[in-house]
């Protein structure tokens, strides 16, 4: 990690890291896979947006029109450019990752991708934001839904491929939002070309954590979500190859994704407008590009190896409490922060109650993933997640909070 990333200055944009709570308890926020913390400036640059060029885009010929319209493009092009897209026309934006997965579902069915007899893999550790979209299509289609299933140390079983001539679709998650596990997806996209199959990742926990080159990874589609990547809620980006975006079909139908209407039959506009019916989210254009500055003048490779350095840490102490069980795994080699873990003899959402009455934010439940759950034999685990602000400091709090939390239920 280069000497110039300093957590302490980093913490200094997010003013919320120095909430106290309630008992003057300062704020340890342990949650950043479910969402990211804000820095000022992103705030900032939605507040000036609102404040100085509000206006919709593609439509008004005034100034403030004009100058909306350049800001949400410009946010285009900076993740265009951050993601390494091979153009900016490649930037679909929608409202979340889910919207983003189902966009893809849906007009891959309505382009006729699968059929009766053909075969959609996924995994059993996907977020169902990419389980629900392909079942739907596999019913609506009479295509069979297919996964690979998980090792006991909760990475992807790999030997037993499901990837088949009969594919016509492999969708994965480049990271698991539960499990933490970094997953092969160069490997899968590979293995989907092999067969013709068209390739989707859900880059929802990769892009806000690790450098992500998607010319080179060489998808079909890829799937993510703004306030993970410490930008605002209300934005996710699909992107596609540009080709494929062209030959299909319209997800949703209004304003400004049209060539032409007339009563008879309408026309539609090239992508990515073909695919941004109606007012889009400007302001969260506009404040996502200034979560890419963030993120750029950071440096990414500095961020993964700090969250890196960070998780490793988190397991080290984790491991040492007595009954303290990682679901996941337990060694800091191709895994995002993310940690899942039950404790004996307390349930996952009490443990959050107890960690949460000593400051410490958590998750407990599915995260999302029941699938994935199940096949750990567990309901539900507690998660702590940790991002670029996420000090030593904190996750020793954490641990200190689960040593109380067991002493509270005579675990």
């Known amino acids: 990690m280069a000497a110039t990333y300093d957590v302490a200055q980093v913490r200094d944009d997010f003013p919320i890291l120095q909430r106290r709570l309630a008992g003057d308890l300062p704020l340890v926020y342990l949650d950043s896979a479910n969402t990211s913390q804000k820095p000022r400036q992103v705030v900032d640059a939605i507040d000036a947006h609102y404040l100085a060029h509000n206006a919709n885009v593609a439509r008004a010929m005034h100034q403030l029109g004009a100058e909306a319209s350049e800001a949400f493009e410009l946010g285009r092009t900076k993740v265009a450019g951050f993601i390494g897209a091979n153009r900016r026309e490649e930037v679909v934006f929608t409202k979340n990752a889910s919207e983003a997965l189902n966009l893809v579902a849906r007009v891959l069915g309505d382009a006729g991708a699968v059929g009766p007899g053909d075969e959609i893999v996924i995994s059993q550790m996907e977020h169902h934001s990419n389980i629900v979209p392909w079942q739907l299509l596999a019913e609506r289609t009479g295509a069979t839904l297919r996964w690979f299933g998980l090792t006991p140390e909760g990475r992807l079983d790999l030997e037993n491929d499901p990837i088949g001539e009969r594919t016509k679709i492999v969708a994965v998650t480049w990271v698991s939002n539960m499990l933490g596990t970094i997953n092969p997806v160069a490997d899968l996209v590979a293995r989907a070309k092999a067969v013709g199959a068209y390739s989707v990742v859900d880059a929802s ?8 080159d998607l010319a080179a990874l060489d998808a079909d589609f890829v799937a ?53 019916a109606g007012t889009p989210p400007i302001a969260q254009a506009v404040g996502l590009g200034a979560a890419v500055d963030y993120l750029s003048s950071l440096g990414m490779e500095n961020v993964a190896a700090h969250e890196q350095a960070v998780t490793a840490y988190a397991l080290e102490r984790l491991l040492e409490i007595d009954g303290l069980t990682v679901v996941g795994p337990t060694e800091p080699v191709d895994r995002g922060g993310a940690i899942s873990f039950t404790l004996d003899g307390v349930h996952p959402h009490d443990v959050a109650q107890l960690l949460d009455s000593k400051g410490v934010a958590v998750r407990a439940g599915h995260h999302c ?15 702590a997640s940790f991002y670029l602000y996420t000090t030593e400091a904190e996750i020793d709090a954490l641990v200190a909070a689960i040593w109380h939390t067991k002493k509270y239920f005579g675990a």
């Open 224 to 276: 993510f979500t703004g306030h993970k990547m410490v930008g605002p809620t209300g934005i996710g980006v699909l992107w596609g190859r540009y080709d494929l975006l062209a030959s299909l079909p319209p997800f949703l139908g209004g304003g400004e994704m049209i060539e032409t209407v007339t009563m008879e039959r309408s026309t539609f506009a090239a992508p990515p407008a073909r695919f941004e």
């Open 369 to 383: 993933a029941k699938p994935a759950h199940a096949c750990f034999g567990v309901q539900s685990t507690t998660r």
């Open 205 to 212: 926990q990769a892009v806000p954590q690790v450098p992500v």
